[in-house]
């Protein structure tokens, strides 16, 4: 298991998530998706004497990044993502990037299909997944940039974690806020179409 601790933050009227991921025993961090509720992640980061020294997006859309500025200006953060979705940011993040926060490390999946440059933080027994899997659902692949298809192998990528890796969502839109790769497996329909076919009929029908 990952020696990373992980802090899930309710931010905003969407039922986002925010995270804040750090290794306890050296207190550097990296905020994830402060949405918009930067006030509540800097809190946590506070509380806990985190150091930040990424704020990092899962993708590009508003509602995750809408809390950017304040966390970067109040932390001296830098902003990091992937190039196409985040061209601006002052860190590339692409497949295979990988983060280190004092004894533990976060490993970058390019996980394109929601958006392109949708991508995953993955430490050994936990994933943040952003808009790509919510807990017995899937995000949408119907909006400017999404590719169902790219989005159906991202969630197969997914799927062939370890089943008891936790799945930390960029929505609340689960019957539960965090599962597993096993419950999913078991419990969300997106990621038990035997065939791409069925898939686009389930996510685009």
Known sequence: MSPLEV????AG???????????????????????FAPDRLLDQ??????????????HGHRDHVAGNDTVLSASGA????????LPQADLRLDEGSRITLG????????????????ICLYAPGLVVTG????????????????DVRELYRSLCRLAA????????????YGPQPV???????????????????????????
């Open 7 to 10: 802090v899930q933050i309710a």
């Open 13 to 35: 009227e969407m039922a986002n998530f925010a995270y804040l991921i750090y290794c306890p025993a050296t207190l550097e961090g990296v905020a994830v998706d402060p949405s």
């Open 45 to 58: 980061a506070r509380q806990l004497g985190v150091k930040l020294k990424l704020l990092i997006n899962t």
């Open 78 to 85: 830098k902003l990091a993502g992937h190039p196409l979705d």
């Open 103 to 118: 004894d533990g490390t976060i490993e970058v999946l390019h996980t394109p299909g929601h958006t392109p440059g949708s």
């Open 131 to 146: 808009d790509t899997l919510f807990v017995t659902r899937c995000g949408r692949a119907d909006l400017p940039g999404s």
């Open 161 to 172: 974690l370890p089943p008891e890796t936790r799945v930390y969502p960029g929505h609340d």
């Open 179 to 205: 599962s597993t790769i096993a419950f999913e497996l078991e419990h969300n329909p997106y990621l038990r179409c035997p065939d791409l076919d069925s898939f686009i009929q389930l996510r685009q029908g």
